[in-house]
């Protein structure tokens, strides 16, 4: 496994992206979850006015974007480029959302990696010189996603205990090559680990091998050791994947006993009924857009990286007996001026 | 609509990048049509040898992706970077595809217009001098595309006459920081347009304006006017799209009549019963990587402008009533020394 690693997978930033406006936005239990009080808005009905779960999902997304714009006080014709993914088939969420944005659409697909493999590749596109305002967000909603990939919600079918609960919310920053906030200072774009995990309900254990390859890489391409960090987040590893991450990650010769935390396993309390903890693209892009930035603001961290983590299934290829192949972008965030 | 058009769309390339390698595969209908003789392999079986469509469509794209690195002369731990993106749910064919190759994976989805996006998107981190050698592909195949987006084949369902016909079959492109090999001079990424329809078999009609779009962003962006290139080359637009293309585009004061292509109208004969043409992200991806690049060997064309159009709708959007949301990407393609 030794020269699985690659040098090339670790970009660094002359011209570090600035971080110049982000908002979070997540539905009512994530609200009353060990984050609350962080985000920006919390729904009162996870429907949002609309008729349908997907509608509420895309108008959690259209939320997102437009007040992160907001935030950075600028108006949307100033973005160059709206960079989004999400977990509806054929990223309906992003694309219909883009539909009422005048700007570039570059559609993303990386499950809940999504937030950081925007992020990484907006930053390269900033970095470059290619486009000054990039918007980056992700998003994901419990009840559509429970009926496209398990269930509706009507049969109320038994969940395993290995499973996790999808987030409802999203997360979107908006990166400039100039202005005043936080920084992205490198990033580490991840490969595709599979360790033959077929339980669909299993996503932690899945994905852990792809957050440990993608540390690992990251860890020897900068010649850094967790301890360079204040704080390191993966995405939604959740309890048991967190634990196994922890294991992974220790057999390699490193620690992550001291400045871990997995986004999935914060976001709820432990008697919120679920089960391993947060999930989907809107779990570590809500927490990212709330709480760790909250943190760099007030100077409890000064550089975090953060791990985002996808599961890239489908209903047919668990069907039709594949394993899930995961993976893990990685982004260095470092306090602004 | 004036203030549309937005001249941050257009990157143009200072080190522009290379095309190293290609590799084009289409299924036996694609290999009996008007661009039989171009492709480097043709299916006899549709199925290739496997018991699914999915996982034929997979190794579609796992052909392609490692024939091209071969055709590059280059093995495949030379490849910085994986982009790629497809039609199936969670763009499975491209993660299962990273899964065996040992780099890092950015999952794009742009439906059919994702040739044209991960060729912009990969010159874009080329020319910045991020990584040095991307492999750019995507893939379709009718038959796990009909079952999809529409009806199981064996329900033998009647087909709309402004359909298209979704072409089995993958193209792939190595990009190169050097070499020898065509050029990728700017790209125009491109924005989301909906003018409304609703009807999901005519998604010609639905990309046309996206197309336009795109196009007019181009010409006024580089100053550049249709007769300053040999050839444009859109998508998938197929007959009617075609037409429709070229009407929006006269009254928008450009004329396509003397140079403009559509692959999906190319690739399969009138007595092919495809309805409009050919679609789906192979169709454009099989296009560029035999013909347009060999009429580029041969000299017949210097300078390609490659437009690549998507549709972005899904079953759910358009169960829920909405009409399609679609967008084009646009690469211009110079003949290498």
């Given at each position: 496994m030794?020269?699985?690693?690659?040098?090339?997978?670790?970009?660094?930033?002359?011209?570090p992206?600035v971080i110049?406006?982000?908002?979070?936005?997540?539905?009512?239990?994530?609200g009353?979850?060990n984050?609350?009080?962080?985000?920006?808005?919390?729904?009162?009905?996870?429907?949002f006015?609309e008729?349908?779960?997907?509608k509420?999902?895309?108008?959690?997304?259209?939320t997102i974007?437009?007040?992160?714009?907001d935030?950075a006080?600028?108006?949307?014709s100033?973005i160059?480029?709206?960079l989004s993914?999400?977990?509806?088939?054929?990223?309906?969420?992003?694309?219909?959302t883009?539909?009422?944005?005048?700007?570039?659409?570059v559609?993303?697909?990386?499950?809940?990696?999504?937030?950081?493999?925007?992020l990484?590749?907006?930053?390269?596109?900033i970095?470059?010189?290619?486009?000054k305002?990039?918007?980056c967000?992700?998003?994901?909603?419990?009840?559509?996603?429970?009926?496209?990939?398990?269930?509706?919600?009507?049969?109320a079918?038994?969940?395993s205990?290995?499973?996790?609960w999808?987030v409802?919310g999203g997360?979107?920053?908006?990166l400039?090559?100039?202005?005043k906030?936080?920084?992205?200072?490198?990033?580490?774009?991840?490969?595709?680990?599979d360790?033959?995990?077929?339980?669909?309900?299993?996503m932690g254990?899945?994905?852990?091998?792809a957050?440990?390859n993608?540390?690992?890489?990251?860890f020897?391409?900068?010649?850094?050791?967790?301890?360079?960090?204040?704080?390191?987040?993966?995405g939604?590893?959740?309890?048991?994947?967190?634990n196994i991450?922890?294991?992974?990650?220790?057999?390699?010769?490193?620690?992550?006993?001291k400045?871990?935390?997995?986004?999935g396993?914060?976001?709820?309390?432990?008697?919120?009924?679920?089960?391993?903890g947060?999930?989907?693209?809107?779990?570590?892009?809500s927490?990212l857009n709330?709480?760790?930035?909250?943190?760099?603001?007030?100077?409890?961290f000064?550089?975090?990286?953060?791990?985002?983590?996808?599961?890239l299934?489908?209903?047919?290829s668990?069907?039709?007996?594949?394993?899930?192949?995961?993976?893990a972008?990685a982004?260095?965030?470092?306090?602004?001026?």
């Open positions: 030794e020269d699985n690693y690659k040098k090339e997978q670790t970009v660094t930033f002359i011209k992206p110049i406006g982000r908002y979070s936005l997540v539905g009512k239990k994530e009353q979850g984050l609350k009080g962080y985000f920006d808005k919390v729904l009162e009905d996870d429907k006015g008729d349908t779960f997907e509420s999902e895309r108008k959690i997304m259209e974007v437009f007040k992160s714009i935030n006080n600028l108006t949307p100033k160059d480029m709206f993914g999400d977990l509806l088939n054929q990223i309906i969420t992003s694309s219909f883009a539909r009422d944005f005048n700007t570039t659409f559609g993303l697909y990386g499950a809940c990696s999504t937030m950081a493999e925007s990484a590749l907006a930053s390269c596109l970095d470059g010189g290619y486009f305002n990039i918007a967000a992700t998003s994901s909603h419990f009840s559509s996603a429970e009926r496209q990939y398990r269930n509706p919600l009507e049969l079918s038994q969940r205990v290995v499973s996790q999808t409802t997360g979107c920053t908006i400039a090559n100039k202005g906030g936080h920084k992205i200072t490198s990033a580490t774009f991840g490969k595709v680990t360790y033959g995990i077929k339980d669909t309900d299993n254990a899945a994905m852990a091998p957050a440990m993608t540390l690992v890489t990251h020897r391409n900068t010649k850094t050791k967790p301890e360079d960090y204040d704080q390191i987040f993966t939604d590893l959740g309890k048991l994947g967190k991450l922890i294991d992974l990650m220790l057999e390699k010769g490193y620690s992550l006993e400045n871990y935390s997995d986004c396993h914060m976001i709820f309390k432990d008697n919120q009924q679920a089960y391993q947060g999930s989907g693209c809107g779990c570590s892009a927490v709330s709480y760790i930035y909250s943190k760099l603001d007030e100077g409890t000064k550089k975090v990286l953060f791990v985002a983590t996808g599961a299934l489908s209903t047919i668990g069907q039709q007996g594949e394993s899930i192949p995961s993976i972008h982004v260095v965030i470092q306090k602004g001026d």
